[in-house]
């Protein structure tokens, strides 16, 4: 038998030994937390980033029309500074618009109607897009964000799933249709926003509120159809209220908020 203090000396021993493993066991855990935290932190600041560099975009962007919708020589109208080089997610068949003129209304606000119309010959791809989202009601609640109103760059940019100038619905399409060679977009014009990319075409779309120049280096942008009807209500009662926020594009938030509050569509017979 061992003697007492022998006995006493083993369990001082265990005692010890027990407490490293179990300080080994807590730093154990606490590096495991602490490596998860600072993954999840990692994800976080890239997807805030993302976010920044989509906002950045829609307002200080390549986009005249990013100005304008994305459509200017430093600010043309842009959804989004999208890289990608080919079609993305479930785009609408451009079968929809069937070659055909398509009619219908966008109503801003409840009380300014626009009589518009969609190119289903020249731009079938973009019409196509078009005549899907408004079937399904996809814009309506959604916000006009942007807004250009200064010489030969004039646009009030809609359409933003967010209703910030981010966000889609899901895909993102090309090619670039119907585009004018010398940049020049004319009063009443509809044209679809994009990013970097031709492909970078989504569900943002700006109306040309007064003869327009956007500098055609930069690709330019699909024309998809027309305002008919309801132009100057639009400029009286939106767009020649002015701007809040400009940024260093001359584009800015429309001082008179502005929601799509119904949009319609059928082919012309």
Not at 59 to 72: K, L, V, Y
Not at 167 to 193: H, Q
Not at 218 to 224: D, E, K, L, N, P
Not at 248 to 258: E, I, L, M, Q, R
Request: glycine letters at 10%; charged letters at 20%.
């Amino acid at each position: 038998m061992a003697p007492k203090n022998q006995s006493r000396e083993a369990r001082e021993r265990l005692r010890l030994y027990q407490a490293r493993q179990g300080l080994h066991e807590r730093q154990r855990r606490r590096r495991v937390r602490d490596n998860v935290i600072g993954a999840a932190a990692l994800v976080l600041v890239a997807a805030l980033a993302t976010g920044s560099q989509l906002v950045h975009a829609s307002t200080d962007g390549d986009d005249r029309a990013s100005a304008p919708a994305s459509a200017s020589s430093s600010a043309a109208p842009t959804p989004s500074a999208s890289a990608t080089a080919a079609n993305t997610g479930d785009v609408p068949s451009e079968d929809i618009a069937a070659g055909a003129t398509w009619t219908g209304t966008l109503t801003l606000n409840d009380d300014v109607e626009l009589g518009i119309e969609l190119d289903g010959a020249e731009a079938p791809q973009a019409a196509s897009v078009e005549i899907d989202l408004i079937r399904k009601h996809f814009y309506e609640g959604t916000s006009c964000h942007r807004l250009a109103d200064s010489d030969d760059f004039n646009f009030l940019q809609c359409g933003s799933a967010n209703g910030d100038g981010t966000g889609d619905a899901g895909f993102e399409y090309g090619p670039l249709e119907n585009v004018p060679s010398d940049g020049r977009y004319a009063k009443g014009t509809i044209a679809i926003a994009r990013g970097s990319s031709p492909s970078s075409q989504t569900t943002q779309f700006f109306i040309v509120t007064d003869d327009t120049t956007l500098d055609p280096s930069t690709g330019g942008y699909t024309v998809v159809g027309r305002v008919t009807s309801g132009l100057s209500d639009l400029v009286s009662e939106i767009t020649s209220k002015g701007i809040d926020d400009a940024g260093s594009d001359g584009t800015g938030t429309p001082k008179v908020a502005t929601e799509i509050t119904s949009a319609t569509i059928a082919q012309e017979k």
